[in-house]
């Protein structure tokens, strides 16, 4: 990874941060995989675009309904 990647990430997790009010260092608890049969979704305000397929970070479970997590793009 190169310094440019680093800062990069840095930023992201900063704006992930910022965006959710989560406090603390941001731990993945495991990852997921998208069904493969679902239909693919927009994303919009604090949604996750979903895709086929995707691996997901999972950062936290906020309900029985819901997670929070991150894509690939770190978003």
Do not use: W
Not at 46 to 74: A, M, Y
């Amino acid at each position: 990874m190169t310094l440019k990647d680093c800062k990069k990430e840095e930023k992201a997790d900063r704006e992930f941060q910022k965006k959710f009010k989560f406090k603390g260092s941001i731990k993945v608890l495991t990852q997921m995989m998208v069904d493969p049969a679902v239909t693919e979704k927009r994303g919009g305000g604090k949604n996750l675009p979903l895709r086929r397929g995707e691996i997901l970070d999972v950062i936290q479970f906020t309900s029985q309904e819901q997670v929070l997590c991150r894509n690939s793009q770190r978003r």
